[in-house]
């Protein structure tokens, strides 16, 4: 208490928090209002049913849930600046730009991701409506005209813009990632419905206080906590690797002679695995949904198979745990190379101690990368699936653990306050 005491106190950081928080209301503003002329029969059982459909709600702070104008969320931002990052692996001249360009180059990869956002946000609206309307067998647009066509894509659009326009400004004031804030408070505005959702589903068998019901919500209690701790403790972990610098002697002058260390962290890909996981999971139901009404009969049942396959929670759970797994590895070679880290140190003049530098040290780094990558792989696997194994034990749509939800909650928390601690520091020394 007394450390927010003192971040309280100053006048330019709580200008800046008070700031934050009104634009984070803003956000939750937009995500209340609703796209006209959309049905939303049977929409909210359909994504309480669906664990991939409530995934990519969530990840929409919600705003798929009410059908707004920012449904979509930021989806389609994230979904480009994978992309982009991928291109610049495959093109030469934009992985220059990335990493020669300095600031300039950064700010112009920001400006592609931007643009290459709107395109995809209007395509994944319209797929997004179809998938919706014939997975809950509810016409939500059967009667839409073209010029209502293009008006519903063009808002659902526009939503997008401003919320990232508005994410960039919360980034700005230095509190925090404005994207990582925005899908934040979107989890944190759904807390009061689960905890309802969940106080009702133990009273409707009888009191709260029943022995069966008691153990039932303590256990999940319990199981909070220790994901939570396993959250933090992933995210935080890391492996630090000793890396030594040669003396230098220039003029009358001598540099070097440092002991560091590289840290490696256990999470090098974050939340990115699992959002690139449920647009591959979705992808295949949308297209079996396009056929599954075709005239040809082998195409129609084909498409009725796969749908089936997909709608199946087990088979989901197991295809999903290992499209994570596998984008782990896929996104943490891309973020970080061995041999580019490698050469990085040899031109700085430093070594790993026992190592030659060069191809014997990036060969240890694939080593190391790779035996640690395998924990944070497989667990953001199991933290992806876990809402399906506790839905397994509780057999209750209402008690479910959300992994990827306290994953990006407690992500963000540990962000916040380092960035607050930076600034705290900062001042501290301006004031010394």
Known sequence: MSRLSQIWKVKDLRNRI???ALLLVATRILAHIPIPGIQLANL?????????????????GGGLRNFSVVMLGIGPYITASIIIQLLTVIIPKLGELSKEGGEAGRMKINQYMRYLSVPLTAIQGYGTIILLSRTSNT??????TPFQWFVTLLSITAGTMILLWLGEIISEYKIGNGISLIIFAGIVARIPTAVQ?????????????????????????ALALVVIGGVVLITEAQRNIPVSYAKRIRGNKMYGGVNTHLPLRVNQAGVIP??????????????????????????ANAATAINTFFQNQTNQ?????????????????IVFNPEEISENIQKQGGFIPGLRPGRQTAEFLYKVLNRIT??????LGLIAVLPNVVQAFTHSQSLTLGGTSLLIVVSVVIEVMKQVQSQMVMRDYEDF
């Open 18 to 20: 008070i700031i934050v």
């Open 44 to 60: 909210k059982n359909l994504l309480n049913n669906n664990q991939l459909l409530g995934l990519f709600d969530v990840f929409s």
């Open 139 to 144: 016409n939500i647009a059967a009667s839409f």
């Open 197 to 221: 959702q969940a106080y009702l589903s133990l009273t409707s068998s009888g009191s709260v206080l029943d022995p069966q019901n008691l153990i039932t919500a303590l256990s999940y209690i």
């Open 274 to 299: 699992i959002i690139f996981a449920i647009s591959i999971l979705l992808f295949p139901g949308l297209i079996a949904n396009f056929f599954s009404h075709a005239k040809t009969a082998i195409i």
């Open 317 to 333: 759970g197991i295809i999903y745990f290992t499209l994570v797994v596998a984008f782990t590895y896929f996104y943490t070679a």
């Open 374 to 379: 395998l924990v944070g792989a497989l667990f």
